[in-house]
C-alpha cells in the first residue's frame, strides 16, 4: 500500500510539532508548513532520522493570501499527493477589537480562517476523487463562546468548529474524514504570541502540547468530528454551549480575559 503523506501547517512549534510526531510515528510521509525554517529543518532531520520516512520541508507566510496556492503548486511540483491536511497554523491576540491593531487581527483572520478555508478547498477534491484521506483542523474551545477581549480569535475558531462540522457531515460516506480539534489552555508558545500571558500563566492550569496532539491525533484515526482533549475543556464546551444562557456565558468570558 502506497506510504500516507500528511501536510501540517504551523508544524515549527506547539501542537503542530507534536502532531507532526504523532504522525511520523504511524510512519507518514510529511510535509512541514510554518515560517521557521531552521525549527522546520531541525524538527524534519530529527524525525527523518527516527522514523526513516520522508519530510519536506515548505517555508510559507500564511498571512500572505498567495500562500495557499503557492502551497498546493509547490506540493506539485515535488510530484506530492498530499492525503492527510493538517490546519493548524494559528495566532490570538489579547485585548479589546478597538484597541488592537486593525491590520494584525485582519492577518489573524487570513492564517485562521481564510488559508485554512483556501488550503481544504485546494486538496480536498484530490481526496474525494481517491475516495480516501482527511482533514484535522486545530479549532478551539474558544470556537464554543463568544469572546470578549479576544473577539477575533474566539470568531475564527467558532468559524472552524462551524466549518468542520459541516464539511463532517457533507463527507459522509465520501472516505474523506473531518475532524476538528478544540484544545483548551495548552503550554505552548500561543500566549507569548497573543501577549496574554500575564493573566493566564498563574491562573490557567494547562495541558501539554504533547498530550493535546495525542488525544487529536488519536480522535481523528477514529473518524470522530469534534476532539475536546480534557475532561475541563470538555465540561467547557458543554456548559457553554448547551447549559449557561448566552448573556451569562459572554459576561463570564470577558472576566476572566479581563483578569490581571
Ligand atoms: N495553546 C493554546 O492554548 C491553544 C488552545 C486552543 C487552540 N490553539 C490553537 O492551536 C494552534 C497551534 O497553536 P499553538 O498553541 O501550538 O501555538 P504556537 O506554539 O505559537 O504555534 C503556532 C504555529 O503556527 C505557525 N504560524 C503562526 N502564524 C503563521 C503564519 N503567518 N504563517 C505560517 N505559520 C504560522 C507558527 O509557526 P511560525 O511562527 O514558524 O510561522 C507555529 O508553528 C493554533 O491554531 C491555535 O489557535 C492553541
Redesign the pocket.
Known sequence: MKTETVLI?????????ELAKCFAADKSNLIL????TD??ETLANELRREHKIEVHVIT?????PE?PSEIFAQTGKLGLTVDVLVN?????LHGGFAELPLLRQL?MI???IA?LVELTGLFLPGMIQRSCGGILN?????GFLPGPQMAV?YAS?AFVLSFSEALHEELRGTGVRVTDL????????????ARSHRIRETRTR?MS?AL?AQIGHRDFRNEKCLSVPGMQNKMLALVASKLLPRPAVRKLVNRYNKLK
Request: with cysteine; charged share 15%.
Open positions: 501547517t504551523g508544524a515549527s512549534s506547539g501542537i503542530g510539532l508548513v510554518a515560517r521557521s525549527a522546520l510559507s507566510d500564511l498571512a500572505r500562500a493548524n497554523a494559528g495566532f490570538g492577518e487570513q492564517v485562521n488559508a486545530v479549532g478551539s474551545v474558544a480569535y475558531k478544540c484544545p483548551g489552555p495548552t503550554e505552548t508558545n500561543f500566549f507569548k504570541v494547562k502540547a493535546v
